[in-house]
C-alpha cells in the first residue's frame, strides 16, 4: 500500500475515533461557562485539583497496559486478539489494586496538596479514576477491533452523558464539587460496564505468564512517560493553588480548557493512530507514513493555531463570567494555543518511538522535560503570575521534542519537514503571541473576526485536500488495523472485524486526555 494510502486512512476512517473525542471535549468546553455560573470560584477551583488527582491515578492505574494492548492485537500471527484481551484482564486487576491503595492512603498524602478539607471529592476523584482506567482498557481493544458503534457508546457514556449528569446533579441538588464529581463517577461506572460487556477480558491462564510479563515490561516505561506528560499539563494548576490560591486556578483552568483543544485533540489523534502504526511493520514504510502524517498536521496547525489565538477574546468572554476577568487571560490563552506546535512535533517522534518499541526512551525525555516544567513554573509564576505558568508549559514541550529528537536520531529516525513549512509555522507562532497585544476597540474586534473567519476557511481548504486514492476501494478503507487474519470463531470475528468496521476523558485526561490520557474532567 502507498504512503498517500496509508495517510488518506489515518485522516479518514480512524479519524472518525479522533472526531468522537472532539464531541467529548466540545461537550466539555462547553459545559465550562455554564459550570462557572453554577460554582463558585472556590467549589470550581477543588473541581480543577480534583480531577488532577484524578488524571494522575488513572495513568499510574492504567500502567500504560492501553498501548500493551494495541500492540499485542496488531501481533502477526492468531493469537493478537486473545493475548489483546488477556492483557484487559491484567488491566482490570492493576486498576482494583492501584485504586485501593489510593483510598486506603488519601488522608495522609491530601495534606501537602492542600485537600484536607475535601477528602469527600478526593474520594470520589480516585474512585472515578480507577473505573476510567478499566474503561480505557476496554477501549483500547475497541478500538483495534475497529468497533467504531461500540467505542462511541462507551466513550460517550464516561463524557457526553456524564457531563450532562454532573451539570444535572450540581442544578438541580447542590452546586457542589462532590456533586459535581458524583455525576462523573455514576456514569463512568455505567461505562465500565458497557466496556466490558462489549469488549469481555479473557481468563488468565499459567502459560500466558511470559506474554503478560513481555506486556508489563513494554508498558511499565509508559507509566512515567504518561505521568509526566501529566505534570506537563495539569502541574501547573497545584502549584498555582499553592501560590495565588483556588480563585487563581479557577481563572487559568477557563483559559486553558479552551485554549489547550488543539493540544487535547492532537493526543487523541496520535491515540486513534497508533493501531494503525502498530500494523505497519517494515521500518522504512513506518516513517514515510510517520512523516507524511506528520507534515499535513502542520499544515492544519499552521491557519488553527493564528485562528484560535486571534478569537481569545471572543471566546473568553463567552466561557468565562465578568468576576473572572477574562480580558486579563490573553496572554494565557494565546501561550497555550501556541504550545500545541511542539506538541505537535514530539508527538510525531513518539508515534515512532512507541511503535518500534523504544518506550523506555520515551519516559527518559518526558520525565526530563516534566522536571523542567516544575521548576520553570515554580519560577515564573512570582514574575509573571498565571502567564509565567503557561510560558512554562510552552517551554517544557520544546524541551521534551528536543529530547525525543535526540533519542529518535539513533533508534527511530524521522526525515524533517520541509523548509516552506517550517516558515509557515514560525508564522503562525509569530502570529499567536502577537495577538494578546492588540487592543480591544471594536475596529480591532471587527478585524479579529474577519481573520479568524479566514484561518478557519485555510483549514477547511487543506483539510479537503486529503484525498482518497482512487486506487483504494471503499470497502478497503475500512479495514481493520491488523496484519494477520482473526481466526473463526472468535469474538473479533463475530463481531465483523475481520472484514468491515465496527467507538474516552483525556486527561488530555484525556488527559486529556490525555490523553492522553483520555480522561477529562469537563472542569
Known sequence: MSVEAHVSRLFGRDSLYMILWAVQLGCAALLTPVLTRFLGTGEFGT???????????FVVGGFGLQTAIQRAYARPGTRGPDDARRIVTLAIAVALVVTGLALATAPGWARPLGLTGELTALRLAITWAGFSAITNASLGLLRSQDRL??????????????????????????????????????????????????????????ADAPMLRGALGYALPLVPAVLGMLVLSTADRLLIQAALGPDAVARYQVAYNVASGPILLLGVLNTAWMPRFFALVEDGERTAVLAAS???????????????????????????????R?????????????????????????RALVAAGHTGVVAVAVCVAA???????????????????????????????LGLRRGAAAT???????????????????????????????????????????????????????????TVPPRAASAPVRSAPVPAGSDAAGSGVAGSVAAGPGV?????APDACACRGGS
Not at 523542567?372 to 514541550?397: E, K, M, Q, R, S
Request: charged share 10%; glycine share 6%.
Open 326 to 350: 477574562p480580558e486579563d487571560l490573553y496572554w494565557v490563552f494565546s501561550l497555550v494555543v501556541v504550545a500545541a506546535v511542539p506538541f505537535a512535533a514530539q508527538l510525531a517522534l513518539h
Open 412 to 470: 527511530a529516525p524521522v526525515p524533517a519537514p520541509p523548509a516552506r513549512l517550517r516558515a509557515l509555522i514560525a508564522a503562525s507562532v509569530t502570529v499567536g503571541l502577537a495577538a494578546p497585544a492588540a487592543p480591544d476597540t471594536p475596529l480591532f474586534l471587527a478585524v479579529r473576526g474577519a481573520l479568524v473567519l479566514g484561518t478557519v476557511i485555510w483549514f477547511f481548504r487543506v483539510l479537503a485536500g486529503v484525498r482518497r486514492p482512487a
Open 371 to 401: 522536571v523542567g516544567n516544575l521548576l520553570l513554573t515554580w519560577a515564573l509564576i512570582p514574575p509573571l503570575g498565571l502567564a509565567g505558568a503557561a510560558l512554562a508549559t510552552v517551554v517544557a514541550y520544546g524541551l521534551l521534542y
Open 149 to 206: 458503534a461500540a467505542f462511541a457508546l462507551v466513550s460517550l457514556l464516561q463524557s457526553a452523558v456524564a457531563e450532562a449528569a454532573s451539570l444535572g446533579l450540581v442544578a438541580v441538588v447542590r452546586p457542589t464539587a462532590e456533586n459535581f464529581l458524583l455525576g462523573q463517577l455514576l456514569l463512568q461506572a455505567v461505562a465500565v460496564t458497557a466496556g466490558l460487556a462489549l469488549a469481555p477480558p479473557r481468563r488468565v491462564r499459567t
Open 294 to 324: 506528520r507534515d499535513l498536521l502542520y499544515r492544519l496547525l499552521v491557519p488553527l493555531v493564528a485562528g484560535v489565538a486571534i478569537g481569545a477574546p471572543f471566546v473568553l468572554r463567552v466561557w468565562a463570567p465578568p468576576s473572572y
Open 508 to 512: 488530555a485526561c484525556a488527559c486529556a
Open 47 to 57: 473541581v480543577a485539583a480534583a480531577n488532577t488527582v484524578m488524571q494522575v491515578l
